[in-house]
Each structure stands twice: as C-alpha cells, then as structure tokens.
C-alpha cells in the first residue's frame, strides 16, 4: 500500500467497462466513467466498452456477473469495481486520484 | 379477451392445462413429485449447509444430460472444479457432459475484492445463461446457492428486486428451474417472498437423533399439482440422492388370489391350501423354535418350483447361513447358485436404516423376486427407535404387497413378549397370516409345537401341532384331536390322554407362575431388608464423618490458638 502513490498518476489506465445495453444504471457508468477520464485523469486512460447482451461469451470468460463491471489495469494489480460508478469516493480512491493511493499496490 | 366464440386466444392462460412435469430421474423423488418438477417453472430448494441441496440440483441436471436433456448449473459458492471432482465420488462424470455440450457448469462467484461503486443488476448472468442456453438447447437450469449471490446487496429491498427479476426471467423464458438457498435461522422470513414466487418449494434437511443423522425432504408447496406431503427419509450414497417414498399403506388391498405352497403339505393344510399368495406371513417363535427352518423350507419350495426368493438375513452371513441349514436336510445352494435365490446378508448395525432399505429396494428391483424372506424382523428393532423398525417393516411389507410378492418374517420373541408382538414393533395388524411356534419342555420331553394363530382371507386350522426338525426337514406330526371329525380307537385314547395331559401341562404352569411370583415376593422382602441394613449402614458412616469433621474443625482451632495468642481476645473459652 505503501509506493504506487506518486507513480500511478503519472502512468495510463485501461478500462473494460461491461454494460448491459442502455440500462439506467450502464448508462450512468458510461458517463460517470467519462467524466473522470476528462477530469482528475486527465485523459490518461483507454476505455473499452463491452455489451454483455452483444458478447456473453466475453462476459463469461471475463467472469462478469453483474452490470455495469469496471475492470482497471494499469501498474499493480487489476482493480474490479462493480456499480453505476456514482459512488465518486469509492471510485476515485480505488483509481488512486485526487492524491489517493490506488486500491492495491504490486510488490 | 372475448375473442370469437369461446375458442381460446394464443395468449389465454394455459390454467385448464394440467401442469406438465419435468422428470428429476432421482430415484425415488419423481414418485414423490408425482412425476417431477413443475415444466417451465421455478422450484425452490431450501436446506441448511450440507443437507443436499447441491447434489439433488446437480444429480438432476446430470440424470437429465444422460437422458439427452442438457441443462447449466450456476454455482455461486463452489467452483466447477470441487463440483467436478465431488461428482466423480458419486459415479458422475461431469467434464464428459461438458464436453458433449449437455452440461454447462457456470462459476459465477464474485470477485470478492470488487469495489461496490454504485447501484447494479444481473443482466450480464442472466446474458451468459440464455446465451449458453440457447446455444445448448438447454432448459433445465440450477441457480446453486442464490444467497451467496445476495450477499453482494446491502439492502434487503434491492436483494428482492434482483430474486424477483431473477424469478420472473427464468419463468419469462420457460426454464424448468431449481433454484437452492441456505436456510439460516432468519433466511425463513428473510426469503419468504421467495416461497411466494416459487412454484414448488422442497425443504432438505439433516438432524442427527440417536447418535444417527437422518436426511429428511419435504415438499411444502406445489402450485396447481398433487405432491406427497410426507416428510420422507433420504440418503445419500455412492451413487447419489434416493429418496425413499412412503407409500401410503393400503390395507384394503385386493389379496392376490391364490396360495402358495409351504413346503409342507401338512401345513400347507392347517393354513387352508398354503399361504396367500402377495401376503405377508410372521412366523413368531423364541430363540431355537425352528422359524428360519420353515422360512427356508418355504424358500426351498418356491426355489423348487423355479421361483425366485430374495432372503435378507439381518442375523448371520451367507455361508453361516447355508452351512447351518444344512443339518435339517435343507441345501439351497444350488438354487443359490442358479439365481433363484439371492441372499442378502448384512449385519443390523452396519447401515443405517435408509442404507438398509435401499438395499433392500434395490435388490427387489434388480432380483424381481416372487418372495421375500426377512430373518428375522425382530432384528429391525435394533435398527434404531422403535418408530424407525416400524418404518423399515412397514416399507417392506408394502412393497412386498404392491407387487404381490409373498413376505415371510421371522420374529423373534423374547421370553415375556406376547406372540404378536415384534419385540415392541406391534406390526401385527399389517400382517396377514402369524405362526407361532413353541418349544416346550414338559414331563422331560422337549415338544415344538407349531400353531398358526391368524391367518387372513383363509380357513386355518386352530390346532397347535406337535413338529420336528429332522434330518430331512421339519416334519409335523398327525393331529391327535379331529377337528368336527371322529377319532376312534386308539387314535381317540391317545387324543384323551393327550387332552389329559394337556391339562396337566396347564396346571404345572399355573403351579409354576405362583411360585415365580411367590419367590418374587420373597425376594422383593429380602431386597428391602437388604436396604434397609444398606440405609442404616451409611447412616452411621455419616454420622461418623460428620464426628470426624468436627474433630478436626477443632484440632484447627486449638492450633490456631497457639500459632497465634492475642489475635483471639475475648475468646478464652
């Protein structure tokens, strides 16, 4: 817990975001997602977006269950959030932006 | 919805329909559900931790998947792998059904370090299963262990959202569903709107009484069917669930007709032609009477005839058995060996109750046989409580009944018992025909006597006859007394003396019971004196504790004193 602080604002993010369709709740992910990429990100992130109803196959073999489903990875280990993204605390310290510690560390 | 005259739209509710059941193929469970689960519908599973609940949702999807009817398994808890290799001790190979395409086995276990960020729902699950559906052609599905699911929800009202969504998409899509839940103390009402949801609803559960655990199923709900509403036993074993249904006990059962022969055309004649064929004959004795002796001379007749006679000895094994018939002239080891006959020998306590009634099932349904012969019956009692032995007998004699087959038991009484009683099992009112065989000692000559006390749907003789076990088998001597008949000349002195010696023997009996009774008297007096003396005897023990108690209470005290002068001032006594 201790090191990926400085080191992870400076590296880029690759989100998997799984939706299921145009469900209130995907929807609500897609743009809580965009907004912190333009904002404390920065735009140093990718995104890729996956519809479940489009490709369970990629779900399944992802171990996706639920909707909307965050994948993270960058330094350290994959993160997985699951949710509309509208908890912004929980989801900007897991991130480790706004001067937060990434939700786990490598090493 | 008035649409034409009366002929029914495409959408009318299909309510005048019978419901359409899907067959588990667990043994004995389809019985129970009256052909098996609701078509299209959910069932819900309930059960504590290792009550079963994950064997029958799997038992069911690999019986259907052999049967050509694929179906998917969501495991919320365990991983595919432990369900894969658990199977494999049952006999399943589970990864030969995947790899056929008629199993799926969908790990759906949730990262258990996901961040919950937000609010979710089940569509991706829900993805994956008609996707893999489909692509199957699956419709059985188990939703194994949904509580694990709703963990991930905090507030109960979004967990009944998500169960209601769940529950409304597998009946949406027709799936014939099994859907398991943990029963904890609060899931009861915690998930009561479940039960609601729910076609069918099955409770599993394990209780552990008499230092045996007994598995226990239930159905407590069967929307728009006929289900048995028993609690019936089940067990599990090398070859998975079976449940074993108790089938409601016919006693007006349309007797067979016919007899079948005895062995011995003498009793065969004191029990009206022979014993009913289908009915259930209890041949009481104590110990040494000869009742596996006729119970294997009835085998050796029917084995004879080329019929075929399954013997479940609870008393001595297989050898043991034909060795020891082998003095009174009876061999079945030929008939053994041509597979008239089949033996079964186990010990009581070796299995519990369920394990020996699927054995028996089993081998009745393997054997087919025209008899059965159970020695001995009283044996059952010490399969555990008395209700226990009850079952097990009553379960036999029914089976035996439904499909006509002759069942002899042997009984064995102990010295007080009364002749019907089955070392405290009363199943005498569910038994056609009781003989009771007697070895009596009198005037220094040993007698059996053989009488047949009860015998339904036939005219008996109600003569008690002398018999004998000889080399050759029993033998039962002529009556010395003619039924309505006449007996002359020697034949009616000998029958006279017989009947004066009967009195005699009836008076030596009443002479002996006073006596019992006298000496019991006597000796109850002479335990009271011995009390008595016992009582005062410790009485003086006591007093003489007491005493000792006080003088070293004393003895303290005075040392005390002289450890310590001045701290007892005032106290010079």
């Given amino acids: 817990m201790s090191a990926a602080n400085s080191t992870s604002q400076q590296q880029s993010l690759h989100f998997q975001l799984f939706v299921a369709g145009s469900e209130p709740n995907s929807r609500r992910a897609r743009d809580n997602l965009a907004r912190v990429c333009a904002g404390p990100l920065n735009g140093r992130c990718t995104v890729e977006i996956w519809d479940v109803f489009d490709d369970f196959e990629r779900a399944l073999a992802h171990g996706i269950l639920v909707a909307p489903t965050l994948i993270v990875t960058g330094p350290g280990q994959p993160i997985t959030l699951i949710g509309d993204l509208g908890d912004e605390v929980k989801l900007t310290e897991a991130l480790g932006v706004n001067g937060q510690a990434r939700g786990r560390s490598h090493g | ?573």
């Fill in chain 2, 1 to 573: 919805m008035e649409n034409g005259k009366g002929k029914p739209t495409a959408d009318t509710p299909p309510t005048a329909r019978p419901l359409e059941k899907v067959p588990t193929r667990i043994e004995g469970v389809d019985y129970v559900l009256e052909g098996g689960l609701p078509k299209g519908r959910l069932t819900l599973l309930y059960g504590g931790p290792g009550a079963g609940k994950t064997i029958f949702g799997l038992e069911f999807l690999y019986r259907s998947a052999l049967a050509g009817e694929p179906g998917i398994f969501v495991a919320f808890e365990e991983r595919a792998a432990a369900l894969r290799q658990n199977a494999l001790t049952l006999g399943w190979d589970l990864a030969e059904l995947e790899a056929q395409g008629r199993l799926f086995l969908l790990e759906a276990r949730v990262n258990p370090e996901a961040v919950v960020a937000g609010e979710f729902n089940l569509q991706p699950l829900l993805a994956i299963i008609e996707g893999k559906a489909r692509a199957m052609g699956a419709t059985r599905i188990v939703i194994d262990a949904v509580d694990a699911l709703l963990r991930l929800y905090e507030a109960p009202r979004q967990e009944r959202r998500e169960l209601l969504i769940l529950s409304d998409w597998l009946n949406d899509n027709g799936f014939t569903s099994v859907v398991t839940a943990k029963l904890i103390t609060d899931a009861e009402t915690r998930y009561e709107f479940l039960d609601y949801l729910a076609n069918t609803v099955i409770r599993l559960d394990q209780r552990v009484s008499e230092q045996a655990s007994t598995r226990r199923l239930r159905i407590t709900k069967y929307r728009g069917a006929g289900a048995g509403r028993d609690e019936y036993p089940f067990i599990i074993d090398r070859n998975g669930l079976v449940l074993i249904p108790i089938t409601a006990l016919k006693l007006d059962y349309q007797a067979t007709p016919g007899v079948v022969a005895s062995g011995h055309s003498e009793l065969d004649a004191m029990l009206g032609g022979g014993y009913r064929k289908g009915s259930s004959v209890l041949v009481s004795g104590t110990s040494g009477t000869g009742k596996s002796i006729l119970a294997a001379t009835f085998t050796r007749a029917a084995c004879d005839r080329g019929e075929r006679v399954l013997y479940l000895n609870f008393e001595e094994s297989v050898s043991m058995m034909l060795e020891s018939l082998l003095s009174p002239g009876i061999d079945l080891r030929g008939h053994l060996q041509a597979g008239r006959l089949h033996i079964l020998a186990s010990s009581v306590e070796a299995l519990g109750v369920e394990e020996h009634l699927v054995q028996a099932e089993r081998a009745l349904a393997r054997f087919e046989p025209d008899h059965v012969v159970l020695d001995a019956a009283s044996s059952a009692a010490r399969l555990g409580s008395q209700q226990t032995a009850y079952g097990y007998l009553a379960r036999l004699i029914n089976r035996c009944r439904e499909r006509g087959r002759t069942l002899m038991m042997t009984n064995q009484l102990a010295g007080t018992d009364t002749v019907q009683v089955i070392s405290g099992v009363g199943i005498s009112s569910l038994v056609d025909t009781v003989i009771l065989l007697r070895l009596e000692e009198s005037n220094g000559e040993l007698n059996r006597t053989l009488l047949v006390l009860k015998s339904r749907g036939a005219r008996h003789s109600n003569q008690a006859r002398e018999f004998r076990i000889t080399d050759r088998g029993i033998d039962i001597l002529p009556p010395y007394i003619g039924e309505g008949g006449m007996v002359t000349g020697v034949a009616r002195q000998q029958s006279e003396m017989r009947e004066a010696l009967e009195y005699q023997r009836l008076a030596d009996h009443i002479r002996a019971k006073e006596a019992e009774i006298a000496h019991m008297s006597a000796s109850l007096a002479a335990q009271r004196a011995d009390l008595e003396t016992a009582i005062d005897q410790a009485s003086t023990e006591l007093n003489a504790m007491r005493n000792e108690l006080a003088a070293k209470q004393r003895g303290q005290e005075a040392r005390r004193e002289m450890r310590l002068p001045g701290t007892r001032e005032g106290d010079t006594g």
